[in-house]
């Protein structure tokens, strides 16, 4: 069976730039961004289609479609600003995206191994770059009282190229909880070893 969909997406986007020498004491960056942000709107199509048989299924999907863009603010300068070449104003575009799925499955559907990759790099409003390459293995019982599980490994392909290692549970066939934790690791000021970044997702899904 052959299914597709038509998604549309409404963003509102609030951005500002701003230059501040750090051993400025009389200059807050966080407040000269807030202070000449600019906010606009914009509405992102996604369009996606599947092919589902009984033991895989083939799916592709292009993310805003239409590449909407929204107005960048002009940069606040100070005395910093003297030495460095920046353009007075930067419009952020969404950029499609598009991306590949793949699975197989036991008869059942029980036992589902799953595998999506980016085919191109994107970057968001924030200048960070990212395109996704994940697979994952799951499992999903017949009963509501035993939980679907799952595990995984994702990698950014693109800019800061990190590695999550991925698990998660489904409890009564709609309450999923899922963590994807870095391998990469960082020092804190005593000197331990931590992951880069955690994720948490906690989600509850319905059929209507």
């Not at 036992?111 to 970057?123: A, I, Q, W």
């Amino acid at each position: 069976m052959l299914s597709g969909g038509l998604k549309a997406s409404f963003h509102q986007l609030s951005l500002g730039r701003a230059l501040a020498e750090l051993d400025d004491d009389s200059t807050n960056a966080g407040d000269a961004i807030s202070d000449d942000s600019v906010s606009s709107t914009g509405v992102g199509v996604d369009l996606g289609a599947i092919w589902v048989s009984h033991n895989y299924q083939l799916g592709v999907t292009f993310s805003n479609l239409n590449e909407p863009e929204f107005e960048g603010a002009s940069i606040t300068t100070n005395s910093a600003s003297d030495s460095y070449d920046i353009s007075a104003t930067d419009d952020y575009v969404m950029e499609m995206q598009t991306t590949v799925d793949f699975a197989i499955s036991t008869s059942g559907k029980q036992l589902t191994l799953g595998m999506s990759y980016d085919t191109n790099s994107v970057v968001d409003a924030v200048g960070d770059e990212y395109q996704w390459a994940a697979g994952s293995l799951s499992y999903y019982g017949d009963t509501h009282f035993l939980p679907g599980l799952r595990v995984g490994m994702r990698q950014n392909l693109a800019g800061t190229e990190l590695s999550y290692a991925t698990a998660g549970l489904t409890l009564i066939k709609r309450l999923d909880l899922d963590v994807a934790v870095a391998l990469d690791t960082v020092e804190d000021e005593d000197g331990e070893e931590l992951p880069r970044s955690i994720f948490f997702s906690l989600a509850y899904n319905t059929a209507f």
